[in-house]
């Protein structure tokens, strides 16, 4: 007759606390150093990206090789590549804007838009993504950048527009070294490098890689909103959280 086995011990208090500490302090750390959220505020990356989405961000892909080189593996950022970055000009109240848009520029890259067509070293890119001007609504300095430089133009920082015309050369604008040009896919309705210039490499925290949730919400307009409002919003979204999460993006991939 053979011996049952023996009962699991049950674990003690102290070896359950050490591994929930464990599990803990690995969640930390990949949403801190590896993965980070973003709401879209907007409606500058439309489509692609609807005001309302909650994306999960990868922030360690794009570290700089000296940072997690010896941990995790690491790329080059690419044309055409959307990014999560701060903004590299301040706001008014001295705060860093966080935003998300498409780099069009790498480093040495020639460009120019004529109709708001994008050229990048003399050709003209296919961008399905990309919402362009009608007779209606075109801008010169915004649809032919940079033929305008150093005009007034609404929405151009001051820093910007002095600093624009070293950048040109024949009817190209050169992107230098370790920045990026990005613009939204919603071409004409984008405040980006067009208005206050490059995104250094320094500034980017990483490659948006899908919705994880989203829910309908007011377009900000790319500014930021008061702390009131901001409770205002939370409110909304836990009072009209089934009504007005948009189900069929959950997981949707950013291309």
Partial sequence: MSKSAPPNPKPTW???ISSMS???IVAVFVLTFVFKNFLIPSRSMASTLLVGDHVLVDRASWAPAGEWGHLL?????GRGEPIVF??????PDGEELVMVKRVVGVPGDRIHLRQGVLYVNGVAQSEPYAARPNALDYLPYRDDFPAMAGDTVPGVTATWALDLPSHIQGDDLVVPADSYFVMGDNRTNSLDSRYWGF??????????????????????????????????????EATHFF?????????????
């Fill in 199 to 236: 995104v250094p490499v320094k500034n980017v925290i990483g490659r948006p890689l899908f919705v994880y949730w989203s829910i309908e919400i007011p377009d900000q307009d790319e500014m930021k909103t008061t702390m009131a409002q901001d409770a205002h919003s939370w409110v909304d």
């Fill in 73 to 77: 593996p690491y790329r080059a950022i």
């Fill in 22 to 24: 464990g599990t803990i």
């Fill in 14 to 16: 102290l070896e359950s």
């Fill in 86 to 91: 701060y903004k590299p000009v301040l706001e």
């Fill in 243 to 255: 009504q007005k999460t948009r189900w069929r993006r959950t997981l949707h991939p950013v291309k």
